[in-house]
């Protein structure tokens, strides 16, 4: 089989089956087309590792012996048997690569899906046996050849009823899945997908036909379960081939089962299970590999790996479909083959001197074959990775002998056995022995510390560990030993600042520990002295300098102090004022008011300490400086002024708490104008047109600052006063002349006047006039009401003060026209409603209504009214107008009434149907074609009548009445001309109701010419009493009719005078008397009862049956016959719309046309 691979830039081609492996660089890998030639198929599996396989598989038709190989399972050339459509990897168990032994991975579990392997068939002495064994399936050997008598019924009895069950439509299965025969360039993974979808679906679908039936029982499913299960333990036994030292080559067959009967099972929803034990026949058996459906064809192959070398296993398979398990196969035993040792354990010391070393080693697993020599080999000292055979024989223990002495040498251990050589042991490292160390050097100083001081030392080839002892004078211990261990610096921490400690060294190795150093001394560091104390004013503060002084820190740090540094801080960031060896400094040029803010630092061997804490001085504050000139905001007015100013440049050092404002007269006396805080104010009571002079100064808490330079101010010209009240004369009750007089204009000519007026007492004032005249006529003023007026005078200045305001009312008119004019209209009547206009001040007396004739209707001062004695279906104009003392008002707008038809009569009632509880009435000929309303009303108990219908319906029944009781009813028309009158009152009564029907009644005390028959009685209904009609019927006879045999109010009755041995029907009805002497009413007769006198022979049993009326109930429709009944609704349904949808269409098509 030849694989071609196109993979982007790339092409390859590949003897046998093909395992390409693909690495994606960009992210997941995809499923990529593949080339193939007709007939293979593709399988692509991705790995926890993003590797992408692509298996390349042949077919090969079921029962077909391949060619005879060539070779065995390592020659060049090897036979590779067809394999069938690819299936879905198992999620546990696959075919993976071999790891090795000592990975950690059990044999036989494979928890991921790596790469697949195909492994070659087995050699070509076994082919003739592959082949027959594939050859021998049902088709060249039924089964039912080969089965009993009792077998063969059996599976005629099972398929009858399965085929029975195939006919009432109880399996729905699907066809089988399809198989591909030609490869193409899609996505393999997605074609195996839905390859696996539909097998599972199949497999459901059989296994729902084989085990559930809506109406089957329990028994039949078991059988059922039973037989299959039969079925499926007819599997094959295993075949094994290519059995190596770790693998072996598991070939599978499907089950013998029968195809007649189970002709809709498709061999490839079968999932297989193999049972492998390595502890013999009977040994526990552990599930290593589950085939799940897929289209693999009759046969499938499986690679079992991670087996153990030379050991003899056995192995079972059993079949599966759904959750139905055949029986296991017999088991077939296989023996994997020899191969090399699996490779030794490090090998171990066991003695050692300066020339030679003696190692010892374990043994390792034979794996089938006798170890023949362990090989032992040496780096001989190099230290490069360059080893040398120094032992080979069967000896688990070796000396090497002339070494050098302190000298490390690797070692490495294989083991030989007639299969091969092993891997090699882990590499082991020893070292030969040596003398004693020299003396070293002293130790030396690396760095010092204030507390701690790192010495370090220089290692030599024969020094392993070192020993550093330390000596405190102060202490008087001696030396004690601060550090034991093999590195070269140590850090001896915990000691004083400043101070001396003596340190000496020895070297040591596995012979010894040798002298001595010299003792050498260091020092540690002094450390940084603490922050001076918190500094402090002294004496007194002024206004631009003050002392300050601080102490020394507490902590010097074990040096002395050298100098002080201090900061200054005036609010820009701190400044060095001073650096020197006194304690206490004076700041000068300072601002007065200011906070500074002062902190000191020291220095000494040690370092520079941390900065104190702060201390803060405020200068002392002075006045304020001179402000700058107020300057004048606006113009100035007649009467005031605004003037603003600003803060001084200088606050002295404290915050200007306020200012004061003082102005000069022309006769030089002065006042002060203004004192807070704000920048501005006005300056008020001014005489118009004068000069004045300003001035300004800012004040803090240290006093008054200078005045500022004076700012002269001219005050401007004022607004005129207010006029004298105006003078109002009016000319008609519309209209009034409105007239004023000039008033003092204050220094401006007065250009123009505003006159205000108000019309109603909650308003307010409004502008009815602008201008320069002193007299103005005010038009469409109301009759009879009160006007106020006001007048005010401009000029340049502004607007002077308003006028007095004055009062007129103006004199009463005829009324207003009517407006809003409402009506209802009937069919003889108008009923007219109106809103009352304006009286204009004199009441109104009367209304004036015309409607179209010669002479007004006149009405009182009411505002509605009712014109009678109209035609009907007539159009009227009508218009209105109203008096009053004046006179005659306009008339309104005129509106247009039309009076509606007049409304139907009553038609008459009658009753059609009379029964205990309900009436059904009839009214009218049963036609409406003025699409007529009717409402039907009946009496209450209280006299008064409720509508019980309305429509346009003819007939109405009464439900709900009580029996023998009249009832009352009358009814009425409607139409759009309004409700007619109401009809004459008719009175209906309704029946009695009949009494129930009883149940059958009772056969007793049967004889040869009597009997007793008993009845379950009623209650009475009302007043009337309850009475029994029986009646008996001779069956033998063959009597058409019943005979009456008793009539009273008993519930029992004994029959005489019978003939023996008869049959006899009975039956029974309730009759109720009316006390009103109206008749009798009698009830429905019970069922029959039939019963036998007894004859003259020997007494016998009597049986009594009772015959009653049963109502067949309706047979309940199947589920079947119900989606057809809803079908069928749903097609008529679709058909009705579909004929209305085109009449509609063809009716606006041609309504279209024809216009």
Same mark, same amino acid.
């Given at each position: 089989m030849i694989a071609v691979c196109e993979a982007s830039d790339f092409t390859f081609m590949k003897s046998g089956p093909a395992t390409v492996r693909m690495v994606s660089n960009n992210g997941p890998p995809l499923p990529m087309p593949m080339q193939v030639p007709p007939g293979h198929m593709v399988q692509q599996i991705v790995d926890?590792?993003?590797? #992408?396989?692509?298996?390349? #598989? /042949?077919?090969?038709?079921?029962?077909?012996?391949? /060619?005879?190989?060539?070779?065995?399972?390592?020659?060049?050339?090897q036979y590779y048997p067809p394999y069938g459509p690819p299936y879905p990897s198992p999620p546990q168990y696959s075919t993976h690569h071999h790891p090795h032994p000592g990975a950690g991975t059990p044999p036989h579990m494979h928890p991921g899906v790596h790469h697949a392997h195909i492994h070659p068939p087995p050699p070509s002495h076994n082919c003739n046996n592959h082949a027959s064994a594939h050859s021998a399936g049902p088709s060249s050997s039924p089964a039912s050849h080969h089965l009993d008598e009792r077998t063969v019924r059996q599976r005629d009895k099972m398929k009858a009823k399965y085929d029975r069950r195939v006919q009432d439509g109880y399996y729905q299965s699907g066809p089988a899945p399809s198989r591909r025969t030609k490869s193409k360039r899609t996505s393999a993974r997605n074609e195996r997908n839905k390859e696996i979808t539909a097998s599972n679906k199949g497999v459901s679908q059989t296994m729902a036909t084989l085990s559930t039936s809506p109406t089957q029982n329990g028994d039949d499913i078991e059988e059922e379960r039973r037989e299959l299960q039969q079925q499926l333990t007819s599997m094959p036994a295993p075949k094994i081939s290519d059995v190596e030292a770790r693998s072996a080559l598991i070939q599978l067959d499907s089950p013998d089962y029968d195809q007649s009967v189970y002709d809709l099972i498709n061999p490839a929803d079968f999932c297989y299970e193999l049972l492998l034990s390595e502890k013999g026949r009977d040994g526990k058996y552990k599930p290593v590999y589950t085939k799940y459906p897929g289209k693999l064809g009759d046969a499938t192959e499986i690679t079992l790996k991670d087996l153990k070398p030379a050991t003899e296993y056995f192995l079972k398979a059993s079949t599966l479909l759904d959750d139905i398990r055949g029986s296991p196969t017999d088991p077939v035993s296989f023996k994997t083959l020899c191969c090399e040792p699996d490779p030794p354990q490090s090998p171990r010391l066991s003695q050692k001197t300066k020339t030679s070393i003696t190692l010892k080693w374990n043994s390792t697993a034979e794996n089938g074959a006798r170890i023949q020599t362990y090989t032992l080999e040496c780096d001989q000292g190099q230290g490069e990775g360059h080893f040398v055979e120094v032992y080979e024989g069967l000896s688990r223990q070796f000396r090497l002998s002339k070494l050098q002495a302190s000298t490390r040498y690797l070692f490495r251990l294989a083991a030989v056995n007639s299969m091969g050589k092993s891997g090699y042991s882990e590499t082991s490292s020893f070292y030969t022995s040596g003398s004693v160390p020299s003396q070293p050097d002293p130790p030396m100083l690396s760095e010092a510390f204030v507390n701690a001081l790192t010495i370090s030392w220089i290692k030599r080839p024969n020094d392993d560990d070192f020993t550093l002892h330390m000596e405190d004078e102060c202490t008087g211990h001696g030396f004690i030993t601060v550090y034991n261990g093999p590195n070269l610096s140590h850090i001896v921490k915990t000691l004083r600042r400043n101070s001396e400690y003596r340190f000496k060294l020895a070297a040591r190795n596995e012979e010894g520990q040798g002298k001595w150093s010299d003792v050498v001394c260091y020092k540690t560091l002094p450390d940084r002295p603490g922050p001076p104390v918190k500094p402090q004013s002294k004496g007194k503060v002024y206004a631009q300098s003050f002392r300050v002084t601080w102490d020394p820190p507490k902590d010097d740090g074990g040096s002395e102090v050298t100098s002080y540094t201090v900061e200054m801080d005036d609010g820009g960031g701190y400044d060095i004022v001073y650096n020197g060896p006194d304690r206490e400094y004076v700041c000068e040029r300072l601002t007065p008011g200011h906070s500074y803010r002062v902190r000191a630092k020291c220095r000494s061997a040690g370092g520079? /300490?941390? %900065? /104190?804490?702060?201390?803060? *001085?405020?200068?002392?504050? *002075?006045?304020?400086?001179?402000?700058?000139?107020?300057? !004048?905001?606006?113009?100035?007015?007649? @009467? @005031? !002024?605004? !003037?603003?100013?600003? %803060?001084?440049e200088k606050d002295g050092g404290a915050q200007v708490t306020d200012f004061t404002a003082q102005m000069s007269f022309p006769d030089n006396t002065s006042r002060e104008v203004y004192r807070g805080r704000d920048l501005d104010c006005i300056v008020a009571g001014l005489s118009p047109g004068r000069p004045y002079l300003f001035q300004v100064r800012a004040h803090n808490k240290a006093g008054a600052g200078p005045w500022s330079d004076p700012l002269e101010v001219v005050s401007g010209a004022g607004v005129p006063d207010a006029p004298k009240a105006p003078v109002v004369t009016c000319k008609s009750p519309h209209s009034a002349i409105i007239s004023w007089e000039e008033p003092v204009n204050n220094g401006a000519t007065i250009s123009e006047y505003k006159l205000e007026w108000l019309q109603r007492a909650d308003f307010d004032y409004i502008q009815l006039y602008l201008g320069s005249s002193q007299s103005y006529e005010v038009r469409g003023l109301i009759p009879a009401s009160q006007y106020s007026f006001r007048v005010q005078a401009i000029n340049s200045a502004g607007s002077g003060p308003f006028s007095s305001p004055v009062t007129c009312v103006t004199p009463s008119s005829s009324p207003a026209p009517v407006v809003s004019i409402r009506y209802s209209a009937a069919a003889t009547t108008i009923a007219l409603t109106w809103k009352e206009p304006n009286c204009n001040g004199s009441e109104i007396i009367a209304y004036n209504i015309d409607v179209g004739e010669k002479n007004l209707t006149v009405v009182s001062s009411i505002t509605e009214h009712t014109l009678e004695g109209l035609s009907p279906e007539t159009t009227y104009k009508i218009r209105i107008q109203a008096v009053n003392d004046i006179g005659v008002g306009a008339f309104s707008a005129p509106i247009k009434v039309t009076t509606r038809a007049l409304p139907p009569n009553p038609p008459r009632l009658e009753c059609i149907s009379t029964l205990p509880n309900s009436l059904k009435l009839r009214w009218g000929d049963g036609r409406n074609q003025d699409m007529v309303k009717y409402t039907l009303e009946m009496e209450k108990e209280d006299g008064s009548f409720v509508a019980i219908h309305t429509g346009p319906a003819h007939t109405h029944k009464v439900n709900k009445l009580s029996e023998l009781t009249s009832y009352e009813f009358r009814i009425f028309a409607s139409n759009d001309a309004g409700d007619g009158p109401y009809s004459d009152t008719f009175t209906f009564t309704t029946t009695k109701a009949p009494p129930p029907a009883l149940k059958a009644p009772r056969v007793s005390e049967t004889g040869l010419s009597h009997c007793v028959l008993e009845w379950t009685g009623i209650k009475p209904i009302g007043s009337d009493c309850i009475h029994y009609l029986l009646q008996i019927q001779a069956l033998a006879a063959k009597e058409v009719e019943y005979k009456e045999v008793y009539r009273g109010p008993n519930t029992s009755y004994r029959l005489t005078n019978l003939s023996p041995r008869t049959e006899y029907q009975a039956r029974v009805c309730a009759v109720r008397q009316s006390t009103s002497r109206s008749g009798d009413i009698t009830g429905a007769f019970s069922p029959g009862t039939v019963f036998n006198t007894l004859s003259p022979a020997p007494q016998r049993t009597l049986i009594t049956k009772t015959v009653e009326t049963k109502i067949s109930e309706p047979k309940q429709l199947t589920d079947q016959q119900w989606a057809m009944i809803i079908l069928f609704g749903f097609v008529l349904f679709a058909v009705l719309v579909a004929f209305i949808a085109q009449q509609i269409i063809s009716y606006t098509s041609h309504t279209s046309s024809r216009q």
């Open positions: 926890e590792h993003g590797i #992408l396989t692509h298996v390349i #598989l /042949s077919p090969q038709p079921p029962g077909m012996p391949g /060619s005879p190989m060539t070779g065995g399972p390592n020659n060049g050339a520079v /300490s941390d %900065y /104190s804490e702060c201390c803060t *001085v405020t200068t002392q504050a *002075v006045a304020p400086g001179q402000c700058q000139p107020p300057k !004048l905001q606006g113009k100035p007015k007649a @009467s @005031s !002024l605004h !003037l603003r100013w600003n %803060y001084p």
